[in-house]
């Protein structure tokens, strides 16, 4: 069984991109530039924001971090994003997500440029995304077809399960995979699906993102099945400090002996997606330098 560790792949993309960053900064003179928004206190959000400040110093991109009340009103979010469309030192913007209670996460989303929206949210990069067009995709799908090609697990003519249907994961994962030149046969299960058990089964690849511990068994996957973890659930775990674990959608250590290959929970597709907003990032700044890319 090989694992497919995030962490590793993370590396070797990260290596290539802060050179990308170097070449940059050589050429124009500034750095490509993320600006992060974050309304209110999750504290699971401010984690993520935290992780990607901390990716934009490791590679030597700018950022700007922008911490906003849970007060904030809707006008008040939406002003900021608009600052942030017309800054010309700002070349990616990501809202975190999701939204305190009474904000519109579709609104904010909407307003940000296509040009800047380096999480590929926007209904203009989803759109063309869908019909295969050069677009910015969202960053976990892109990492895990990123993590897939580093281990050399080809998707023509496979018969791949995606568990869950979100808006970030499930629905662009499998527009990717469908494409021409992925050319996979692709089942979306949803929390109304009769028999996910029969549909994982039958699949060569395995995509889990349903945000529910427990989801796949060994029942379930086929022998020599390639299963890709993409939850991040929190579950309560008294020996840590904290009082909590990170596990997966995948029952990890019964369905890994079965697979051909298998991503961990932590180290597998969590590190590849703040990779993947970096990618985003570099792809927008050089984009915006009026590079072809
Ligand atoms: N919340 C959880 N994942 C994401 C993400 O990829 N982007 C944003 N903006 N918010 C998130």
């Known amino acids: ?27 124009y003179g500034y750095r490509p530039t993320l600006a992060v928004v974050l309304v209110g206190e999750d504290p699971a959000s401010q984690t993520y924001v935290s992780a990607k400040r901390r990716a934009c110093e490791e590679l030597g991109f700018g950022h700007m971090d922008y911490a906003l009340p849970t007060t904030t009103s809707q006008e008040e979010l939406l002003t900021l994003v608009r600052k942030l469309n017309d800054d010309k030192s700002v070349h990616g913007i990501l809202v975190q997500l999701p939204l305190p209670n009474g904000l519109d996460e579709d609104l904010v989303i909407e307003a940000i440029d296509p040009a800047k929206d ?7 990069n989803v759109g063309r995304l869908l019909i295969g067009k050069d677009c910015f995709i969202s960053c976990t799908p892109k990492g895990i077809l990123a993590m897939l090609d580093y281990y050399h697990i080809d998707t023509d003519g496979k018969d791949v399960c995606v568990i869950g249907r979100s808006n970030i994961v499930g629905k662009p994962m499998a527009a990717l995979l469908m494409q021409k030149g992925r050319d996979a046969t692709v089942t979306v299960c949803n929390t109304h699906t009769k028999d996910l058990a029969d549909h994982v089964r039958r699949a060569d690849i395995v995509i889990a993102a349903a945000g529910h511990p427990g989801t796949v068994t060994a029942d379930m996957v086929k022998d020599g099945a390639v299963v890709v973890d993409v939850g991040t659930n929190r579950v309560d775990d008294p020996t840590k400090k904290n009082g909590w674990r990170l596990v997966g959608d995948v029952d990890f250590d019964a369905v890994g002996p079965k697979c051909g290959a298998i991503s961990p929970v932590p180290g597998g597709v969590g590190p590849m997606t703040i990779t993947m907003l970096m990618s985003n990032t570099m792809l927008a700044a050089r984009r915006q330098a009026g590079e072809s890319v």
């Open 118 to 124: 380096v999480d590929g949210f926007h209904p203009q």
């Open 1 to 27: 069984m090989l694992l497919m560790s995030g962490k590793e792949v993370s590396r070797s993309i990260r290596g290539k991109l802060s050179e990308d960053c170097s070449r940059f900064v050589a050429a």
